[in-house]
């Protein structure tokens, strides 16, 4: 028999018949793709997802990536999305878990850089391990970034950080000069009014 379905928490936490979120259908892609998604809920934050065995690894990042190197972004582990997540940009109604505006903020596919005595390391192994490193092919952000888990007071967080590459651009910061949805082309607040760009 198959083990616990690893999508189990995030359908827990969802009245599919309230929510307009995917409760997830979609299968495996050749190439395994990222989303970043600003979503305003009680808090503002950045999730980060990563297609990792059919599923989007996620993290919660307050103030989202950095191209510059020397800045270290902390990284919330959250439950694992189902990959349609990858797709969704709208509004969860009040009352429904995580309630608040969701935008595509960035997406694209990864390549996994990994590695370990010179080996690569899979991306499942990686992540259980609490490192994992990859290149980036995003419309707004390119270019390694690098995850890395560390032990706090309360249980774990992770950083994460830009690699040193040709990608690196300390002068910039895209969370605030490209605010707007890849997909749609919209800010949070016309997401929330309804209103198309
Ligand atoms: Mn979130």
Redesign the pocket.
């Known amino acids: 028999m198959a083990g616990p379905d690893p999508l189990d928490k995030y359908r827990e936490k969802r009245d599919f018949s309230r929510t307009p979120e995917p409760p997830g259908e979609r299968k495996a892609t050749s190439h395994p793709v990222f989303v970043i998604?600003k979503?305003h809920?009680t808090t503002l934050?950045y999730?980060f997802r990563l297609e990792v065995d059919g599923v989007l690894k996620s993290w919660?990042v307050p103030k989202g990536p950095s191209v510059d190197p020397k800045e270290k972004r902390l990284a919330v582990p959250?439950d694992d999305h189902p990959l349609d997540y990858a797709d969704f940009e709208d509004v969860i109604p009040a009352g429904s878990y995580?309630a608040g505006t969701v935008l595509v903020w960035d997406r694209g596919t990864y390549r996994n850089l990994t590695r370990k005595e010179g080996r690569e390391v899979g991306v499942a192994e990686a992540v259980r391990r609490g490192h994992i490193s990859v290149w980036l092919e995003g419309e707004k952000i390119r270019g390694g970034y690098a995850l890395t888990r560390f032990r706090t007071g309360k249980g774990e967080a992770w950083l994460l950080v830009k690699m040193d590459d040709t990608e690196a651009d300390p002068g910039q910061n895209l969370v605030a000069t490209e605010p707007r949805s890849v997909v749609s082309n919209r800010t949070l607040e016309e997401i929330a009014s309804g209103r198309d760009e």
């Open positions: 998604q979503h809920a934050h999730d919660a959250t995580g």
